[in-house]
């Protein structure tokens, strides 16, 4: 049994994390930093969720490919 909210939740503190990140630092996290920030130890933890976010059109980026995630929309706009 999956727990459907419990992964929509966890996708959405990563779109804060990243946007919080990219507000801070002026470029986007590597999945490994966003694993660190989520206190994970896995990148396999953060893969599912950048490909929901991308798929629901809140976040962008190249797979394989370092610090590429930018955030859809205005800088002001949160991550749902």
Excluded: W
């Excluded at 394989?64 to 749902?80: A, C, F, Q």
């Amino acid at each position: 049994y999956i727990d459907l909210r419990a992964k929509e939740i966890g996708c959405s503190i990563i779109g804060t994390e990243i946007k919080d990140f990219i507000d801070e630092h002026t470029y986007s996290p590597t999945v490994r930093e966003l694993c660190g920030l989520m206190g994970g130890k896995s990148p396999g933890t953060i893969h599912p969720c950048l490909k929901e976010l991308k798929r629901k059109g809140y976040i962008d980026y190249q797979y394989n490919r370092n610090r590429t995630i930018r955030i859809i929309g205005g800088n002001n706009e949160r991550v749902k």
